[in-house]
């Protein structure tokens, strides 16, 4: 099993900030991680897959960096929809395993 | 445009029987791999099961043995047959469908489904 620690485990953000989110792997993924977004009561919703390819019709804002063992989603400028909780995913190998979630919750 | 509509939760009793269906649109099932991912109340996301387009299955060692995942290629829907049900399976379950890279089926999830609600409660 591939275990990951993402961190922070919470964020408080402004509008306008940059704020980064860190996933690290228990060994080496190649690229073969995404990146969630998740809203109270919805379903997940895809931001970046293969580490930093960009799911088409998420905002540029959205950026993605790393591989091996430790990966990057920023976000370059907060906004007020971009208050969720994200999760990173890796796809390497079975089971398929989730970070424990970031919360980014207004300063 | 892709939909997954998630059915089939409910309040059951532990050691009993549920059978989730995932109906898709905009797509087929059959040429897709498609999954079912948990989220106990409160918590992160699971991976509970996998079911690629040439028919193979996968599943999380918590729900090997005791869950089953299907699809009818007739009605374009995915099936989660839940038995054996514990207290530890209450979750919303989402079913997903998993993307595709240069042409080529790859293992994240690119569209979900709204989930649904299973609560195993004596």
């Known amino acids: 099993v591939i275990w990951m620690t993402q961190s922070p485990s919470l964020l408080s953000a402004s509008t306008g900030d940059r704020v980064t989110i860190s996933c690290r792997m228990s060994q080496g993924i190649s690229s073969y991680l995404a990146w969630y977004q998740q809203k109270p009561g919805k379903a997940p919703e895809l931001l970046i897959y293969a580490a930093s390819t960009l799911q088409s019709g998420v905002p540029s804002r959205f950026s993605g960096s790393g591989s091996g063992t430790d990966f990057t989603l920023t976000i370059s400028c907060l906004q007020s929809e971009d208050f969720a909780t994200y999760y990173c995913q890796q796809y390497y190998s079975f089971p398929w395993t989730f970070g424990q979630g970031t919360k980014v919750e207004i300063k | 445009e892709v939909q997954l509509v998630e059915s089939g939760g409910g309040l059951i009793q532990p050691g009993g029987s549920l059978r989730l269906s995932c109906a898709a649109s905009g797509f087929t099932v059959s040429s897709n791999y498609m999954s079912w991912v948990r989220q106990a109340p409160g918590k992160g996301l699971e991976w509970v099961s996998v079911?690629?387009?040439?028919?193979?299955?996968y599943y999380a060692d918590s729900v090997k043995g005791r869950f089953t995942i299907s699809r009818d290629n007739s009605k374009n829907t995915l099936y989660l047959q839940m038995n054996s049900l514990r207290a530890e399976d209450t979750a919303v379950y989402y079913c997903?469908?998993?993307?595709?890279?240069?042409?080529?089926?790859?293992?994240?999830?690119?569209?979900w489904g709204q989930g649904t609600l299973v609560t195993v409660s004596s």
């Open positions: 997903a469908r998993l993307g595709w890279e240069d042409g080529y089926n790859s293992y994240y999830f690119d569209y």
């Open positions: 079911i690629y387009s040439g028919g193979s299955t």
